[in-house]
């Protein structure tokens, strides 16, 4: 089970972390990822971000370089996603995914998901 926290209400040019906490007695994920659904945007989940489990490579789609960083806990099985410069079209409901493929963008691709935190930026 994956269950995020860290959302909230920041202005334009703040910051928010983010957390995905796995909880269960098995850990099966060689990835972890952070997606997002904005507003008005369509059912696909957009990719944000990913890390391989073990090594903890990283891997970021283009709206996240420079601004977001993400990392894992290996100890607390945490995953944590550091968002900062966030701007208004970064509102949306952020969801972790788990799975077998390592920084996949295809939300297909994982077979566990969290159920989301919201992130309201406001301008």
Partial sequence: QLVESGGGLVETGGSLRLSCAASGLTFNYNSLAWFRQGPGKGPER????????????????????????????????????????LQPEDT????????????????????????????TVSS
């Avoid at 283009?62 to 995953?79: E, N, Q, V």
């Avoid at 969801?95 to 919201?118: E, F, K, L, N």
Wanted: neutral net charge; aromatic residues 14%.
């Fill in 92 to 119: 949306a409901l952020y969801y972790c995914a788990g799975g077998p493929i390592i920084a996949s963008p295809v939300p297909g691709s994982y077979d566990s998901w969290g159920r989301g935190t919201q992130v």
């Fill in 46 to 85: 957009e990719f944000v971000a990913a890390i391989e489990w073990t090594d903890g490579l990283t891997f970021y789609t283009p709206l996240a370089t420079g601004r977001f960083t993400i990392s894992r806990d290996l100890h607390k099985k945490t995953m944590y996603l550091q968002m900062n410069g």
